[in-house]
């Protein structure tokens, strides 16, 4: 693994899965030595961690702005909520 990756927590959510998709098929490729697929590993679930932080916060975002008939933020409502 390279010392030069970037810093996760720079990443945006679609950065942080396109490395954590080649994480995977690194992994699943198999010709990473043992202790470059123990980084790997450690790399893969930092990006896990990291894109679920920022679905996470976009699902609050999306929870916190309801519209009212008038267009307007009027209320929270969780985002698989149906509308009533």
Known sequence: MSDDAPDISQMSY???LASL???VRRLEGGDAALDE???LYERGE???K???A?????????EAIVA?????????????EPAA
């Not at 009212?68 to 698989?80: H, I, K, L, N, V």
């Open 68 to 80: 009212d008939a008038e267009g307007r933020a009027a209320t929270t409502r969780p985002f698989d």
């Open 21 to 23: 998709e080649d994480v």
């Open 46 to 48: 930092a990006l896990r």
């Open 50 to 52: 990291h894109c679920q």
């Open 54 to 62: 920022r679905l996470d916060a976009a699902q609050a975002r999306i």
């Open 14 to 16: 679609e950065q942080a």
């Open 37 to 39: 697929s123990i980084a």
